[in-house]
């Protein structure tokens, strides 16, 4: 079966080959878990009692576990949104130096978020295993939605770190160069001459008594004067 040619250029598209890159995967999968994490306790996290029609977090009654997770998941989303932003304008990104430094943003983040994950996950589980089962009537799936997927988001968060990491050590160095006048002329780092590559002698004419500087060897010394010796009296 032949895939038509308009197929064939979506799939070589860019669009399409900036979607299958492992670093893309990897913040769009981050960016789902963020939103599922927020946007489930958002709704469902907050419930009241039954003898009170006070709303409560469902995390053991505490606000403070279900305002980290939002806050944590929120920020996290759009974390994941600025970088994608940023990942699609990375290949026109010329300078060394603001490459380097996005990849190094990219590895920072990275390691802070699978940390903030870690303690959230930490912090959700504990305090729903101190929770007093059966006291809401609902928000107990939204809970535990929010605990899973947090443990998640350390896993893809991990990666991403690694990702940014491997970046950093495949990022080969470019030569030193100095552009004058706009681009100019070039001054690049000469390699200094080889021991063994001879070295051209100008010819001259044996009548001529004109030489040229460059003629010179660079070895040659100023000769030494003649030393007067005493001769002894007779």
């Given at each position: 079966?032949?895939?038509?040619?308009?197929?064939?250029?979506?799939?070589?598209?860019?669009?399409?080959?900036?979607?299958?890159?492992?670093?893309?995967?990897?913040?769009?999968?981050?960016?789902?878990?963020?939103?599922?994490?927020?946007?489930?306790?958002?709704?469902?996290?907050?419930?009241?009692?039954?003898?009170?029609?006070?709303?409560?977090?469902?995390?053991?009654?505490?606000?403070?576990?279900?305002?980290?997770?939002?806050?944590?998941?929120?920020?996290?989303?759009?974390?994941?949104?600025?970088?994608?932003?940023?990942?699609?304008?990375?290949?026109?990104?010329?300078?060394?130096?603001?490459?380097?430094?996005?990849?190094?943003?990219?590895?920072?983040?990275?390691?802070?978020?699978?940390?903030?994950?870690?303690?959230?996950?930490?912090?959700?589980?504990?305090?729903?295993?101190?929770?007093?089962?059966?006291?809401?009537?609902?928000?107990?799936?939204?809970?535990?939605?929010?605990?899973?997927?947090?443990?998640?988001?350390?896993?893809v968060w991990i990666f991403q770190a690694y990702l940014a990491f491997q970046d950093?050590?495949?990022?080969?160095?470019?030569?030193?160069?100095?552009?004058?006048?706009?681009?100019?002329?070039?001054?690049?780092?000469?390699?200094?001459?080889?021991?063994?590559?001879?070295?051209?002698?100008?010819?001259?004419?044996?009548?001529?008594?004109?030489?040229?500087?460059?003629?010179?060897?660079?070895?040659?010394?100023?000769?030494?004067?003649?030393?007067?010796?005493?001769?002894?009296?007779?």
């Amino acid at each position: 079966m032949r895939i038509p040619e308009s197929l064939q250029d979506l799939a070589n598209s860019e669009a399409v080959q900036f979607l299958k890159r492992p670093k893309t995967i990897a913040r769009i999968f981050a960016g789902v878990f963020s939103l599922i994490v927020f946007s489930s306790l958002l709704t469902d996290g907050y419930q009241n009692k039954m003898e009170s029609p006070q709303l409560h977090c469902v995390l053991n009654s505490n606000n403070v576990a279900c305002l980290f997770a939002v806050g944590a998941g929120f920020l996290a989303f759009l974390s994941c949104l600025a970088f994608l932003m940023l990942d699609a304008q990375e290949s026109r990104i010329t300078v060394t130096r603001f490459k380097t430094a996005f990849q190094l943003l990219d590895f920072s983040l990275a390691v802070l978020w699978a940390g903030i994950w870690f303690v959230g996950f930490c912090f959700l589980a504990n305090q729903w295993q101190h929770s007093t089962p059966k006291q809401f009537l609902l928000g107990s799936s939204s809970a535990k939605a929010a605990i899973t997927f947090s443990f998640f988001s350390i896993l893809v968060w991990i990666f991403q770190a690694y990702l940014a990491f491997q970046d950093l050590r495949n990022d080969t160095p470019v030569p030193y160069k100095r552009s004058l006048d706009e681009g100019g002329v070039v001054l690049t780092t000469l390699s200094p001459p080889s021991a063994a590559s001879p070295v051209n002698t100008p010819t001259t004419d044996p009548n001529s008594l004109s030489y040229t500087s460059s003629a010179l060897s660079p070895y040659l010394t100023t000769p030494k004067a003649p030393r007067l010796a005493m001769m002894p009296d007779n």
